[in-house]
């Protein structure tokens, strides 16, 4: 996925790993309770969470959820 992400093409990717997502996408959605939460790069959904650690930091934030 990675190296087609890096030639440009597009990937859809359903994940509950975060820092796959992160690693693979440019852009990524986080989604909760039926709602999309943030959207951006993963620079920018960290700081829609208001968060600087992880994603999985970010998602916890972002839904309410805790661990």
Not at 2 to 20: C, F, K, N, P, Q
Not at 46 to 61: I, K, S, Y
């Amino acid at each position: 996925l990675e190296e087609r992400a890096a030639r440009g093409t597009t990937v859809l990717l359903s994940t509950h790993l975060l820092d796959v997502a992160g690693r693979v996408c440019h852009r990524l959605g986080v989604l909760g309770g039926g709602k999309l939460r943030a959207l951006g790069t993963p620079e920018e959904v960290l700081a829609q969470a208001g968060v600087a650690a992880t994603l999985e930091d970010a998602f916890l934030a972002l839904t309410g959820r805790r661990e």
